[in-house]
């Protein structure tokens, strides 16, 4: 992989957040294809919850200052940048105050979904090809993990279709059983539509729950990952049966170098 641009676009990366199945993968692999003389990027929203000053995140004004359009409304683009300790990688967070100032990630103290998870996961997309073309930087493969991140590949392939800068980039998902119960907000398929993406494309987002959210991102996407042992039935028949190149789950232990294979295989 050496000299290869992968960039990993993740709702979760340790050590910013909590341990878990997607946060410690966003690391992992990072590393592994960077240790391997990759370059790679990083980028994940800057929730509340990240301590600032502790993991010494600074603003990057020249990137930052930029409106997003979310559903006919303007919001700003603040971008934050750290690296982390001993490894060398640089992490870009994309911030907003009205989507990623509050305490949490996706529920509030009660476990209760924000109901603007959706216009924060449009956000999301929508920051992060901003922000990566500014730095014109031109990934060979992007890495999807996270439900959060599960529109960036919609996105990649209708708004920012005609991108130049992207023609010859693709796009992997690691599909995670760690989900969410319940949908998000019902109007969520209309705000992606606003963007002129095709209902076709999108129908599935009528009933925008983990699954769904899951396969939409699968669709519009080069390769896919099953990341979880655990995978629901549903969702691992959908990664078969979607003539899309796909990698089983590998344990931990040996996901390096089947990993990479994969990448040098069945993607690239």
Do not use: C
């Not at 690296?83 to 992490?91: A, D, G, L």
């Not at 730095?135 to 708004?159: E, S, T």
């Amino acid at each position: 992989m050496n000299d290869k641009r992968i960039l990993y676009v993740s709702s979760e990366v340790v050590p910013y957040l909590a341990e878990n199945e997607v946060s410690l993968m966003s690391y992992d692999v990072p590393k592994m294809i960077n240790d391997q003389g990759g370059q790679i990027r990083i980028f994940m929203p800057r929730y509340g919850n990240i301590n600032e000053r502790r993991h010494q995140l600074h603003e990057v004004i020249r990137l930052s200052g930029m409106n997003l359009v979310v559903n006919d409304m303007d919001m700003p683009l603040i971008i934050k940048v750290a690296s982390i300790p001993k490894e060398r990688i640089q992490v870009y967070f994309i911030d907003n105050d009205e989507y990623f100032k509050r305490k949490a990630t996706f529920s509030d103290e009660d476990g209760v979904l924000y109901p603007d998870n959706d216009e924060r996961s449009i956000f999301f997309a929508k920051g992060v090809v901003e922000t990566v073309k500014k730095l014109n930087w031109v990934p060979d493969i992007i890495h999807v993990h996270g439900w959060l991140a599960g529109m960036l590949p919609v996105y990649m392939k209708h708004y920012y279709k005609d991108e130049a800068l992207f023609a010859d980039t693709k796009i992997v998902t690691s599909v995670y059983s760690q989900s969410f119960d319940g949908t998000l907000d019902p109007e969520m398929m209309s705000k992606v539509a606003f963007d002129q993406v095709p209902n076709d494309a999108i129908a599935i987002l009528e009933t925008p729950d983990y699954e769904n959210i899951m396969k939409v991102s699968i669709m519009h996407s080069d390769a896919v990952i099953v990341a979880s042992e655990d995978l629901s039935p549903s969702l691992t028949k959908f990664i078969e049966t979607s003539g899309k190149p796909f990698l089983p789950f590998v344990p931990k232990d040996g996901f390096a170098e089947a990993y990479t294979n994969f990448y040098k295989n069945q993607v690239i």
